[in-house]
């Protein structure tokens, strides 16, 4: 893999500059029996962080393992395989499985979440080769999510980035946890409230990073606006969401 590079642009980050990793990262423990404590620390975390990483969370690490492993088998075919099952340019046919049927989700939360029991799901792999010049090459650039929830189970090959004071942190990842991410849907339904927290991912010289990746979101039917009267809320512009 030969990189082209922009003799405009400085390089991502300097080899003797090293980001610093982000020590308080927020962890939530599904283990501990006290709920609200649990809602307490989920609540803390989305408004000072709008990530945090949920532990203890009852998925089997094999099966992590296995949903890797079957990934990297796919990514791993000829071209010609993965072409036949490619979704046709412009079409607007929605190939997969119910989301009930492959994770067992209860539509009760979602009518929780979003007052709809009819959200939607969007489920993908993000697969990063490696590269020989990862500072000059992005995974993913920087970007808030615009979906409401997002549900990320990385490898053990983690590159993930959030900028919090003005700089950028590695985040700290505990495999096998489960990365929740507040997007620009909770964002605006909390008036603010919760971060819909920039981030980004970065490649890795020798290795392949990968993760599986569940965006939830709203119904596309459904007016997204913040609800009334609700706590610690701040104005936001128009045009800021």
């Keep these: 893999m030969e990189v082209e590079r922009d003799q405009h642009k400085p390089p991502l980050s300097l080899q003797n500059n090293k980001i610093p990793s982000s020590q308080n990262f927020p962890v939530v423990d599904l283990s501990n029996t006290n709920g609200e404590l649990v809602a307490r620390k989920v609540a803390k975390a989305s408004e000072e962080w709008g990530i945090f990483q949920v532990v203890n969370h009852g998925i089997p690490t094999e099966l992590i393992r296995r949903l890797h492993k079957v990934d990297t ?117 909390s008036n603010g409230r919760y971060n819909n927290v920039l981030h980004r991912a970065l490649m890795d010289k020798k290795k392949t ?20 009267n609700s706590p610690a809320a701040i104005i936001l512009p128009s045009s800021s969401l």
């Design 73 to 189: 088998q796919f990514f791993e075919l000829p071209e010609s395989k993965k072409e036949a099952v490619a979704k046709p340019a412009n079409s607007k046919e929605i190939q997969g499985y119910e989301m009930d049927d492959v994770q067992g989700l209860q539509r009760e939360m979602l009518k929780l979440a979003f007052g709809d029991d009819s959200a939607g799901y969007l489920m993908k792999i993000n697969y990063y080769r490696p590269c020989p010049e990862p500072d000059w090459v992005m995974g993913i650039k920087a970007h808030t999510d615009f979906n409401g929830l997002t549900l990320l189970i990385p490898n053990e090959i983690f590159g993930l980035q959030v900028f919090k004071e003005d700089r950028w942190l590695d985040v700290d990842y505990i495999y096998p946890a489960v990365i929740i991410i507040i997007g620009d849907q909770i964002m605006k339904m």
């Design 209 to 228: 990073r990968m993760s599986s990746v569940v965006h939830i979101k709203p119904p596309y039917d459904m007016v997204v606006s913040h609800f009334p």
